[in-house]
């Protein structure tokens, strides 16, 4: 067994101790747990994917994410990388790590604001613990599955395809997308950069080529409600934050 492996299985045996009923919702990892199992996972998915070795889209990516952690001061050790695959999708593992494909990059056609709100949204994701979350729902139980009757790991490739395809509430996709566009308009991004995402996500859809996105990215379709409600958070929410920085300047010069 592995490093991974056998952390998940202490995982698991600490799961089985802790009292799961009613605890709905509740984080059962601390936060240097998730930063740990983040980091971990992150080790397998670098294995299993080439991460680009292209300095000036290493560098992009590096800057606009840490731009966005910066304005927001958000404390989570993150990383920001390039994954060489065709397929449109983007994903964040606890603690810090978020990666985004070429596929995804290639369909921003060199608009920085989608690829920062889609960071942003990534962001979101962890700062709101939202895998955490979902272990403490059951998603340790499919992990206890993974590992399974012989107490070895049967495919260490599983046990990181379950954290790479994630799949989120409606709920957690809403406050990722609300946070998200928090956290690009505070760091000068143009939250509609979301919109021009989610319709260009919307459109491969309709066009039947919903194949080239993957997992969790597909696992919700983008319908016209999400991007209806993220349109009016996104009016409401720059309002708010306008008003913020202001009072933030009036302050600054009284
Ligand atoms: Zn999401």
Not at 32 to 47: M, Q, T
Not at 48 to 75: C, F, H, K, T, W
Not at 222 to 247: F, H, W
């Amino acid at each position: 067994m592995n490093r991974l492996a056998r952390w998940l299985v202490g995982m698991v045996a600490l799961g089985a101790v802790l009292p799961f009923a009613g605890c709905k919702g509740t984080n059962i990892l601390s936060k240097n747990e998730e930063i740990r199992l983040g980091r971990e996972v992150a080790e397998e998915v670098e294995k299993e994917y080439v991460v680009s070795r292209n300095p000036a889209d290493n560098a992009m990516i590096e800057s606009m994410g840490q731009r966005i952690v910066a304005a927001n001061q958000l404390d989570w050790p993150f990383t920001f990388k390039i994954l060489e695959d065709s397929q449109v999708n983007a994903f964040s593992l606890p603690g810090g790590p978020v990666y985004v494909y070429r596929g995804l990059i290639d369909l921003s056609e060199g608009d920085e604001d989608e690829i920062a709100c889609v960071l942003a949204h990534e962001i979101a994701h962890i700062t709101r613990r939202h895998a955490a979350k979902q272990y403490s729902q059951g998603v340790l139980a499919d992990i206890a599955i993974l590992i399974g009757t012989q107490g070895a790991v049967q495919d260490i490739a599983q046990i990181t395809s379950l954290f790479v395809s994630m799949r989120y509430s409606r709920d957690m996709e809403y406050e990722a997308d609300s946070y998200g566009i928090r956290y690009a308009f505070r760091a000068g991004y143009d939250p509609n950069g979301l919109i021009r995402f989610f319709t260009k996500l919307q459109r491969l859809e309709k066009e039947g080529q919903g194949d080239v996105i993957t997992n969790n990215l597909r696992s919700h379709p983008m319908t016209g409600a999400r991007i209806e409600r993220a349109k009016k958070e996104i009016e409401r929410i720059s309002q708010e934050v306008t008003a913020e920085l202001e009072a933030q300047y009036a302050a600054r010069n009284r």
